[in-house]
């Protein structure tokens, strides 16, 4: 067991160190920004500082529920459940602390429903509308039940009119039903 650690933590920090991009992995009540321009130790405390009074997170985590990696340029905020994500506001203050929010990534799960040409998907938990602009795996059709992981391009929060639906790309369906109601994942 401790030769696979060791293994799997030379492997990441060669990752790391030859600039490839890790994967991003959301679990469940967070979000995460990939973030440009954080490369020390006061820069992550400069953001997470600018953060870490929103009121949708759950302090138990990360000790304040914000977490930021600057290894990555990545960073995680731990969500209280049931809670709608404030995206402008984080990408405000992101891009006030000094850095360029890039891409969000989260989780959701709901029920796919077609409304005009548009495919959306309402988060059953915190009832956050996403409208789904593109999928990176399976094809999904209206009436499917998912839990996904999604990303979108962070621009589009400073350009997004209040209360419209965020365009998401969905990366990865953990579970659900696929256009021909078969279970996935």
């Known amino acids: ?6 293994v799997a933590a030379a492997l990441l920090a060669s990752q790391v160190a030859l600039g490839e991009e890790l994967p991003v992995v959301v679990e469940e009540n967070q979000t995460v920004v990939q973030v440009n321009g954080m490369v020390c130790s006061f820069c992550a405390y400069g953001a997470e500082k600018a953060l870490s009074d929103l009121d949708c997170l759950d302090a138990a985590d990360f000790g304040n529920g914000v977490f930021v990696d600057i290894d990555t340029q990545r960073i995680t905020l731990a969500l209280r459940p049931g809670e709608k994500i404030p995206f402008r506001e984080i990408y405000k203050r992101i891009e006030k602390s000094g850095y360029d929010p890039l891409t969000f990534y989260l989780r959701a799960e709901g029920r796919l429903e077609r409304v005009g040409e548009k ?17 990176d795996s399976v094809p999904l059709a209206a009436g499917a039940v998912v839990r996904v992981q999604a990303h979108f391009d962070a621009e589009q929060v400073s350009e997004l009119p209040e209360g419209e639906a965020v365009e998401i790309t969905i990366g990865r369906v953990l579970s659900g039903s696929s256009m021909t109601g078969q279970k996935s994942g």
């Open 1 to 6: 067991m401790k030769t696979t650690m060791v």
């Open 119 to 135: 495919l959306l998907l309402t988060d059953s938990k915190s009832g956050q509308l996403f409208s789904v602009a593109a999928f």
